[in-house]
């Protein structure tokens, strides 16, 4: 994970996202190891949100958007895509849910 995207996350004080940041950086450096084209076009986009965001180049309404978005590709990706690219979908999409959109998200103030 980018350094200045670590920091960020390292940064939320709120204690809701205390108990979540470790397992939350864990998911984000898991998803370099997912192997097919479609898994690692999604990480590339939601490394690019959190870099934007930590950068404050888009604000948490804007960054909620780019996730609700993120997530429908990975539903639709669950129900059209191919059996190999489905599983990995569907933990991306699961562990985005629970720990970004859940998680992350009601942390950011603002």
Same mark, same amino acid.
Request: aromatic share 6%; proline share 1%; no cysteine.
């Given at each position: 994970?980018?350094? =200045? ?12 996202? /205390?108990?979540?940041? +470790?397992?939350? $950086?864990?998911?984000?450096? +898991?998803?370099?190891?997912? /192997?097919?084209?479609?898994? =690692?076009?999604?990480? $590339? ?8 965001? /930590? ?22 990706? @669950?129900?059209? +895509?191919?059996? =190999? ?11 985005? $849910?629970?720990? $970004?959109?859940? %998680?992350? @998200?009601?942390?950011?103030? %603002?």
């Amino acid at each position: 994970m980018d350094e =200045k995207v670590s920091n960020f996350i390292n940064d939320i004080k709120d204690d809701s996202f /205390a108990v979540l940041r +470790g397992e939350f $950086v864990t998911f984000v450096d +898991g998803l370099k190891d997912q /192997a097919d084209d479609f898994s =690692k076009l999604q990480r $590339v986009k939601l490394e690019k949100y959190l870099l934007q965001l /930590a950068n404050r180049e888009i604000t948490k309404q804007q960054f909620d958007d780019a996730m609700s978005d993120l997530k429908t590709v990975l539903d639709m990706e @669950i129900t059209l +895509g191919k059996v =190999k690219t489905k599983a990995s979908a569907q933990r991306m999409r699961d562990g985005m $849910v629970r720990l $970004v959109i859940n %998680g992350l @998200i009601k942390a950011i103030p %603002g």
